[in-house]
T-cell receptor, first 113, second 113 residues
Framework: GESVGLHLPTLSVQEGDNSIINCAYS??????FIWYKQESGKGPQFIID?????DKRQGQRVTVLLNKTVKHLSLQIAATQPGDSAVYFC????????????FGSGTRLLVRP | DVKVTQSSRYLVKRTGEKVFLECVQD?????MFWYRQDPGLGLRLIYF???????EKGDIPEGYSVSREKKERFSLILESASTNQTSMYLC????????????FGPGTRLTVL
């Protein structure tokens, strides 16, 4: 993911609806991907991860989909709740680095009551 | 649960002061990281440590130094704070060995006047 400027893309959803947040990653050799949630004034919180040998992984109310052909990652949140309001960003681990993560700039999710 | 703590949530310092930001993790993680987060620029790696007394420069090390005297503690030092170092500073850690998510602390919002 690349920085997209000062204003984050925003997704506004109705409480109870499903949310889909997208991320275009940059390195076709990346082999590990992570989704983080960051609430205002707090540090990023791990949500779910996926390795490049998978195309789907499910957690509690969240699903991550990986499409390596188009270098696209998505996070699906089922039955979105007000507590899900936050900035979500993806991170990729390039295969040539054991530690480096490349972070996307994020998407702001707003949940309407 | 992984716990990463940072010594201060908010810090205000004056230009030219020496600033210490402390980070402690309680999961016996090998790797520790310092990032800064700025609007529109995402998370940028300042320094990384893969073992006690070992460090590597990240993408933006200028104006910063680090210290890792004990495995659980990683300090970020601003030798002479400047206004362009006003930012959110985030510490993270992970086990190491590749394909491992990084767990973040709550962040320190530093303002340099």
């Amino acid at each position: 993911g690349e920085s997209v400027g000062l204003h984050l893309p925003t997704l506004s959803v109705q409480e109870g609806d499903n949310s889909i947040i997208n991320c275009a990653y940059s390195n076709s050799a990346s082999d590990y991907f992570i989704w983080y949630k960051q609430e205002s004034g707090k540090g990023p919180q791990f949500i779910i991860d996926i390795r490049s040998n998978m195309d789907k992984r499910q957690g509690q109310r969240v699903t991550v989909l990986l499409n390596k052909t188009v270098k696209h990652l998505s996070l699906q949140i089922a039955a979105t709740q007000p507590g899900d309001s936050a900035v979500y960003f993806c991170a990729e681990n390039p295969m040539d680095s054991s530690y480096k993560l490349i972070f996307g700039s994020g998407t702001r999710l707003l949940v309407r009551p | 649960d992984v716990k990463v703590t940072q010594s201060s949530r908010y810090l205000v310092k004056r230009t030219g002061e020496k600033v210490f930001l402390e980070c402690v993790q309680d999961m016996d993680h090998e790797n520790m990281f310092w990032y800064r987060q700025d609007p529109g620029l995402g998370l940028r790696l300042i320094y990384f440590s893969y073992d006690v007394k070992m460090k590597e420069k990240g993408d933006i090390p200028e104006g910063y130094s680090v210290s890792r005297e004990k495995k659980e503690r990683f300090s970020l030092i601003l030798e002479s704070a400047s206004t362009n170092q006003t930012s959110m500073y985030l510490c993270a850690s992970n086990r190491g060995g590749g394909l491992d998510t990084q767990y973040f602390g709550p962040g320190t919002r530093l303002t340099v006047l």
